[in-house]
């Protein structure tokens, strides 16, 4: 073979590493970076599940969807566009198709919880003229990240009469905020020069300060966190028997932020996995009378393995099928449900792990995502074996690329670290349990569950572009 033909070949049938900025014409650049800002805007309105919820409904209700239990009391209908929420924290939006449910949804599922300081339902305490709060932490994290971040707490409390009251303290920029200390570096030397990290952060350890002025004399026992008792009954009404039935959240109080010189990053907290809803939200609603069904779903409590009554174990999207058979004027029986199930195709749409330039040592770099390089397939999770893993089939992942090439999505495939390095799961598994097809596809993070984590704007338009092509695989 001559030089030429050579050349010819190893264009033909070589792999190439892409950057997905290589593939953005003069429009998507543009259409890319203004994106990002409806993405950090969404990011800043939804820190917790519950905001997620709130947003993503308020979003819906503008571009048309209506609740379908509204829906299921009306005898014609003309909207083909449904939310279902289940208990403030899981949400499913849906837009019927030409074809019958039965022949089953195109599902993209990703989830709206992340990882964060839960307070305690006996929280409060004084120590050294201080108050503090006790914490234990939601989801994977490396404790020291959460150390000297400034925090604000978001959350719901129900009273003891019944009431309910949300809030939000410390996003505003005349709210205070909230912290975790740590050991000076002067006297951090003996005490932990050589501990394991994870012996020198302990979780009972991560207790957030909230107050220092004290109420009456020395006589009065928990002066001290009285004060701050009596601060919280003036304001709100609530006395410390409500931190019990109360879901407190700590997260990072800060705004999502360009990175870089050229913009081309977004730094911001709870990404993981609010990129993937963002992104499956706007596909939605970009999707104009789709063939198949097409669903969203957006599950709290995967970062704690997808458990109880609003994770994605539950009968959540179940239920919705059932009701969209319903609605659609299909029989609402466990078959046909069965059969929407088993036609349908689902992309659990979770992030994955960009190899860092500084830890290249945790990844195979073969087969590692890179940040800037496309929406990242992912074949299978897990850990040790692929344990835990729904490890997606050779067909479901040639169809996807298929379409990702035809609709010039830039792609690449990652795998969660080397082999026996560690790992982690995501809801794939759990919705593989029903019996669809079921592939993770999202971009990829650097700086993964710390209160600051980094994705690329390239990635988050390729990530948009592909789960729209999706969703409408005809266009
Ligand atoms: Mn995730
Ligand atoms: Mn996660």
């Given amino acids: 073979m001559n030089k030429k033909e050579i050349e010819k070949l190893e264009k033909n049938i070589l792999k190439k590493d892409k950057s997905a900025f290589d593939y953005l014409n003069k429009k998507e650049t543009s259409f890319a970076f203004s994106f990002a800002e409806k993405y950090k805007t969404f990011l800043d309105n939804a820190k ?58 195109n599902i993209i599922a990703s989830h709206i919880d992340s990882p964060r300081l839960d307070l305690k339902q006996n929280p409060l305490y004084e120590d050294l003229d201080l108050v503090l709060m006790k914490t234990h932490y939601y989801g994977g994290i490396r404790k020291y990240q959460w150390l000297n971040v400034p925090l604000a707490l978001h959350g719901t409390i129900i009273k003891a009469d019944g009431g309910k009251l949300d809030i939000n303290i410390g996003e505003d920029i005349e709210d205070p905020i909230f912290a975790v200390s740590d050991l000076l570096p002067h006297l951090a030397g003996k005490l932990q020069q050589n501990k394991k990290v994870s012996d020198v952060f302990e979780g009972e350890k991560l207790n957030i300060l ?40 700590a997260v990072p109080a800060a705004k999502a932020r360009d990175i870089g010189f050229d913009r081309s990053m977004i730094g911001a907290y709870g990404q993981d996995d609010r990129i993937c809803a963002f992104t499956a939200l706007e596909a939605l609603f970009a999707l104009k009378s789709p063939s198949k069904s097409a669903m969203a779903l957006f599950f709290d409590k995967e970062e704690i393995g997808s458990e109880g009554n609003t994770g994605a174990k539950s009968g959540f999207a179940e239920d919705f099928v059932l009701e969209l058979l319903i609605v659609n004027r299909e029989k609402p029986d466990y078959r046909t449900m069965r059969n929407s199930i088993l036609n349908s195709q689902c992309i659990s749409a979770d992030v994955n792990a960009a190899m860092d330039p500084d830890f290249k040592e945790v990844h ?30 050779a067909e479901l992942i040639g169809k996807i690329i298929k379409l990702l090439n035809k609709n010039k999505v830039v792609w690449q495939t990652g795998e969660l670290g080397k082999v026996d390095e560690g790992g982690g799961g995501t809801l794939g598994k759990f919705l593989a349990e029903s019996g669809m097809d079921v592939l993770d596809c999202g971009p990829s993070l650097l700086s993964m569950h710390s209160p600051l984590e980094i994705s690329s704007k390239a990635d988050l338009y390729m990530t948009y572009k592909g789960y729209k092509s999706f969703f409408a695989p005809n266009k």
Wanted: glycine share 10%; charged share 35%.
């Fill in 364 to 393: 195979d770099k073969m087969n590692a995502a890179k940040l800037g390089a496309g929406i990242c397939i992912t074949k299978y999770t897990g850990a040790r074996g692929k344990s835990g893993a729904s490890d997606a089939s």
């Fill in 210 to 249: 909230c107050g220092s002025v004290p109420l009456g004399d020395d006589k009065i026992k928990n002066r001290f966190k009285l004060g701050v008792l009596k601060l919280l009954y003036d304001k709100y009404g609530i006395r410390e028997e409500d931190f019990v039935s109360a879901e407190i959240e």
């Fill in 48 to 105: 917790t599940e519950r905001e997620a919820v709130n947003e993503i409904i308020k979003r819906a209700e503008a571009k048309g969807f209506i609740n379908i239990n509204n829906a299921l009391k009306k005898k014609s209908l003309k909207s083909k566009k449904f939310y279902k929420i289940f208990k403030g924290k899981t949400v499913g939006l849906a837009v019927l198709g030409k074809k019958p449910v039965e022949n089953g949804l």
